[in-house]
């Protein structure tokens, strides 16, 4: 006789009236996923009475009813943070606008992504004039602090809100109503007033958090007569047949004249130049199928969970599978360097991360302590545009970019004098720290919303005037 198993099932349900149904929704959803006990318990944390839409401008100006004639910033989905109010943006040539360029965005709108809305993916603008995305819904607050506005929907309830919502089958989505039917917390003055504060402070943060990493990647630049350089590609150029040989390469665009220049740039360096493999060993991380993804345990990071300033969580897998592959755990002191779908992400670790494996498609270099480079330097000599040029030019693939171990092995680094590299050192170090500081502050915001919707604003207060201050220095 086998080992007899037993094997328990937690059942979820709700029981709910036809007259709840008819009332709860204008869509008469009868789903049972829309009507799970945590959804129906988050809707009932705040009144229906009043809700977004009630709240922001109807219209948004878009570049079809609005043509520009003018090169522009365009913001997508996928640069976006999902933990903080950062976003990067692209600078798109007139003429050539991707096909989901659509809004034209004015300084403190808010978009929000209604694409994968688990994600939580949302911009505070801060400037005029950037294009955003058809896979946004913008919120341009009237009436109520645009600050405000943003740190609500950073909540939980917010979220909650938006899945809830989701009527896809394959890939989850929203549309821009149901984002504005979402009902909406509207506190009193004084408590809307004081998360506005601590948001413009975390947001003060943010800008001078950037600064810092501009002021290094400017010291970089202009140490390789690199500063006002912008890369361009020429229809037309000559090249030397021993040139192709030499490269292994005959395709036209590996030749172009933009990544001779950055090469010999880096070769022109004052302190010397080496390729990666010899300041750095790299070591290749490991796959794990999708089969072996749970909704909870050990964060599994992908290329698409890594950027130069966070890690975001999305997959996870269990305890046991990390036993089983704990030597690809980074540590304090690495990098972590995307090969696959969108190379040459660097993300240098200061700290001892928590435990996390690294997919595949993500490179660990360590360093060989040769005094030559110090590791923020090194992290932003990888993100900068001499490896970006480096990297279109080496990478393959047609349908996700490939960039071979070889390649990245060859990358070429500047050696800049070590006073330069420390002065970069410097603006790295206070850049990190002031993200850290943004990203608390943030959180202190949300969480204040979220205990006003479950208790009461005095108690939100209370925990606010106790946490916001601990910010890191």
């Known amino acids: ?14 029981i709910v009236n036809l007259s709840e149904i008819r009332a709860d929704n204008d869509l008469f959803r ?9 959804f129906i318990a988050n809707s009932r944390l705040i009144s229906r009475e009043k809700k977004i839409r009630d709240f922001v401008c109807a219209e948004i100006a878009n570049i079809k009813s609005s043509p520009i004639d003018r090169d522009f910033e365009y913001l997508e989905i996928s640069k976006i943070s999902m933990s903080a109010c950062a976003y990067e943006t692209t600078t798109i040539a007139v003429g050539s606008k991707p096909d989901r360029a659509h809004y034209i965005l004015k300084r403190g709108d808010i978009a929000v992504s209604t694409v994968r809305p688990n994600r939580n993916a949302i911009a505070f603008v801060e400037k005029d004039g950037i294009v955003g995305s058809s896979g946004l819904s913008i919120l341009r607050a009237a009436g109520i602090q645009p600050e405000y506005l943003f740190v609500f929907c950073k909540t939980r309830y917010f979220v909650n809100c938006l ?6 089958t394959m890939y989850p989505a929203v549309s821009n109503e149901d984002v504005l039917n979402t009902p909406l917390l509207v506190a009193s ?29 400017n010291v ?7 500063a006002d350089w912008q890369p361009k590609h020429q229809i037309s150029f000559a090249k030397n047949y021993s040139d192709t040989e030499s490269a292994g390469r005959i395709d036209a665009d590996y030749f172009q004249p933009k990544y001779e220049k950055i090469s010999n740039a880096i070769k022109s360096c004052k302190g010397g130049w080496d390729v990666l493999s010899n300041l750095v060993t790299i070591q290749k991380s490991v796959e794990v199928g999708s089969a072996e993804y749970l909704d909870a345990g050990i964060p599994f990071v992908r290329v698409s969970n890594l ?22 755990q980074p540590n304090m002191g690495e990098i972590l360097l995307s090969k696959d779908g969108t190379p040459g992400i660097a993300h240098y ?29 090194l992290a932003l000599v990888l993100n900068s545009v001499l490896t970006k040029e480096q990297v279109e030019r080496d990478v393959g693939g047609s349908v996700i970019l490939h960039w071979r171990p070889e390649q990245v092995k060859n990358l070429l680094i500047p050696i800049l004098p070590k006073g330069k590299q420390t002065a970069i050192q410097e603006k790295i170090v206070k850049s990190s720290g002031l993200r850290a500081r943004s990203k608390h502050l943030l959180n202190c915001a949300k969480t204040a919303v979220e205990l006003a919707m479950e208790k009461d604003e005095k ?15």
């Not at 009868?30 to 945590?38: C, E, L, S, T, V």
């Not at 970089?220 to 690199?226: M, N, R």
């Not at 435990?355 to 060989?368: E, V």
């Open 1 to 14: 006789m086998g080992e007899k198993r037993e094997i328990q099932f937690l059942v979820k349900f709700s």
């Open 30 to 38: 009868i789903d049972a996923g829309y009507w799970r006990p945590d």
């Open 163 to 168: 899945v809830r919502a989701n009527k896809a």
């Open 189 to 217: 003055d004084r408590f809307r007033s004081c998360i506005a504060e601590v948001f413009q402070n975390s947001f003060a943060c943010l800008k001078e958090a950037k600064k810092q990493y501009v002021g290094g990647e």
């Open 220 to 226: 970089l630049l202009s140490e390789l007569g690199l």
């Open 307 to 328: 950027n130069p300033f966070e890690i975001t969580e999305e997959k996870y897998i269990s305890k046991e599978l990390y036993a089983e592959i704990k030597q690809h």
């Open 349 to 377: 670790l200061h700290e001892q991360p928590k435990k996390m494996i690294p997919s595949g498609g993500i490179l660990r270099l360590k360093s060989k302590k040769t005094g030559k480079v110090n590791g923020e330097y």
């Open 459 to 473: 108690a939100a207060m209370r925990w606010l005037k106790d946490n916001a201050g601990k910010a890191p220095a």
